[in-house]
């Protein structure tokens, strides 16, 4: 995972039968016309649904990670460690 990348950065962009998700600059999906075809909606609308289903996830383990580095610093701490 690429630090940089946070849950804000995801865009669509609409090309002629697709969209693209976008983080940052970098594509990393492309949802075409014949996926949304078999949902009934458009290649927008389902690009949508997978952005904020990537977001969610981006911003889920973003805060595990920070549980856990809080613990293990915690647990280290606890130990008699640093």
């Known amino acids: 995972m690429d630090p940089k990348?946070?849950?804000?950065?995801?865009?669509?962009?609409?090309?002629?039968g697709s969209t693209w998700i976008l983080a940052g600059?970098?594509?990393?999906?492309?949802?075409?016309?014949?996926?949304?075809?078999?949902?009934?909606v458009t290649h927008g609308t389902l690009a949508d649904a997978h952005r904020r289903r990537i977001e969610e996830?981006?911003?889920?383990?973003i805060r595990a990670r920070r549980r856990y580095l809080c613990w293990?610093?915690?647990?280290?701490?606890?130990a008699g460690g640093n």
């Open 5 to 16: 990348i946070g849950a804000s950065s995801l865009t669509l962009d609409e090309h002629s």
């Open 25 to 40: 600059r970098r594509r990393i999906m492309t949802v075409l016309e014949e996926d949304a075809a078999i949902e009934q």
């Open 57 to 61: 996830a981006i911003e889920s383990y």
């Open 72 to 78: 293990q610093a915690s647990s280290c701490h606890g």
